[in-house]
Nanobody, 119 residues
Framework: QVQLVESGGGLVQAGGSLRLSCAAS????????MGWYRQAPGKQRELVAG???????NYADSVEGRFTISKDNAKNTVYLQMNSLKPEDTAVYYC?????????????WGQGTQVTVSS
C-alpha cells in the first residue's frame, strides 16, 4: 500500500516562502509522475506542479517562476519550493503519485497540508 505524507505547510506573510515535502512509503521510482495539487475553499482541485520519473517538470501558469518542484529518489521525497507567495496561493496542498502498470492506472494521494498566506 502506498502512503504519501505531506509536511511543511503553515502560515506565512505575502512575499514569503515555504517548502513542502511529500515522503512516500517505498521507492518513488515506481511512479511515472508525481505532483502537487491544491484546493482552495469553494474551488476545484487544481494541478500546481508535476514531475515525471525522468525529471521533466510542468507548472500551472499562476505559479510559473515562483514555485519549483523537485525530487530526491534516495529519500523517496518530492518537494515544492514556494517563493513570493501570494494570498491567492492559500489552499490545502496535496501530493499525488501516478503509477501505470501496463494499462492499469493508480492514483495515490496524501492527506494534504494547509498553506495560508496573509496579506
Amino acid at each position: 500500500q502506498v502512503q504519501l505524507v505531506e509536511s511543511g505547510g503553515g502560515l506565512v506573510q505575502a512575499g514569503g516562502s515555504l517548502r513542502l515535502s511529500c515522503a512516500a512509503s517505498g521507492s518513488i521510482s515506481r511512479f511515472i509522475a508525481m505532483g502537487w495539487y491544491r484546493q482552495a475553499p469553494g474551488k476545484q482541485r487544481e494541478l500546481v506542479a508535476g514531475i515525471t520519473s525522468g525529471g521533466s517538470t510542468n507548472y500551472a501558469d499562476s505559479v510559473e517562476g515562483r514555485f519549483t518542484i523537485s525530487k530526491d529518489n534516495a529519500k523517496n521525497t518530492v518537494y515544492l519550493q514556494m517563493n513570493s507567495l501570494k494570498p491567492e496561493d492559500t489552499a490545502v496542498y496535496y501530493c499525488n503519485a501516478l503509477r501505470l502498470v501496463l494499462t492499469d492506472r493508480s492514483d495515490y494521494w496524501g492527506q494534504g497540508t494547509q498553506v495560508t498566506v496573509s496579506s
